[in-house]
């Protein structure tokens, strides 16, 4: 909207995930999200979408940390919110749009594995000073956090 030009940066720990982004002319790098390949406030933003619950607290408070590091404005994590509604959504509907069994166990995990809004807020607030986590629509739960 600034008429500034943006370059964004597809980051994963296996290079087979980044092949989609290579597909679409992205810039990638193969990392580990506790690790990043970026300078301390290296770039504008991070931004991550579903895999905070694949984390457990303290390894989600290293992985905030790092995000703040690397971020000159800052961070945004985006992630599933545990709640019976998904759990029975992907149950019922997951039958219909998955096409193995394991991704349907896996769909059911993620959603059980999911932090509450409260628990990812007390995470990210000791993870990082004025970090916050709330309720997303519908059931997710967007952290933000400061960068440098």
Known sequence: EEGRP???IAVDFQWRHLAAGRAHGLACAAAD?????FADGGVDWTVSTLVFHHFSPSEN???????????????????????RVPWVV???????????????????ASVLQAYTPMEADRIAADAVPGAR???HFPYRILIRGPGR
């Open 6 to 8: 943006a370059s964004v």
């Open 90 to 108: 992907v149950s019922l509907a997951g039958r219909m749009l998955f096409e193995t069994r394991v991704s349907l166990l896996d769909g059911r």
């Open 61 to 83: 408070r290293r992985f905030l940390k790092e995000l703040s590091r690397v971020s000159r404005k800052g961070f945004l994590v985006l992630d599933l919110r545990r709640h």
């Open 33 to 37: 999200a506790f690790s990043l390949p």
């Open 133 to 135: 986590a709330q309720s």
